[in-house]
């Protein structure tokens, strides 16, 4: 099965940039859908953005439309998260996942099998 590992995470002020990336070892990443997920203490883990297989289609939740972007370099078996304009609101966890299902990308956690470790993202406002 994938493995996978985050990592990019860390404190930043608000208006601020980070970059995550997710390094899948043991599978070829360009057999999975991924998906970028957050928690927040006391909140749901809520999803974020989503890759298709190939890269072709994209899909990112309202609250970090024009902010967040999602790419994938399959040859690297890696995938990004690029934060921009960060807030306060954007501080959480952040698990980058896995999903092995034929067809379109899933925004529900439960459709991924694997997920990584979590990095933490901490906003200073």
């Known amino acids: 099965q994938v493995q996978l590992v985050e990592s990019g995470g860390g404190l930043v002020q608000a208006g601020g940039s980070l970059r995550l990336s997710c390094k899948a070892s043991r599978r070829a990443l360009s057999n999975y859908n991924m998906g970028w997920f957050r928690q927040a203490p006391g909140k749901e883990r809520e999803f974020v953005l989503g890759i298709s297989r190939s890269g072709d289609r994209t899909f990112v939740t309202d609250s970090v439309k024009g902010r967040f972007t999602i790419s994938r370099d399959n040859a690297r078996n890696t995938v990004y998260l690029q934060m921009n304009s960060l807030k306060p609101e954007d501080a959480a966890v952040y698990y980058c996942?896995?999903?092995?299902?034929?067809?379109?990308?899933?925004?529900?956690?439960?459709?991924?099998?694997?997920w990584g470790q979590g990095t933490q993202v901490t906003v200073s406002s």
């Open positions: 996942a896995a999903d092995p299902t034929p067809g379109a990308v899933t925004t529900a956690a439960h459709g991924y099998d694997y």
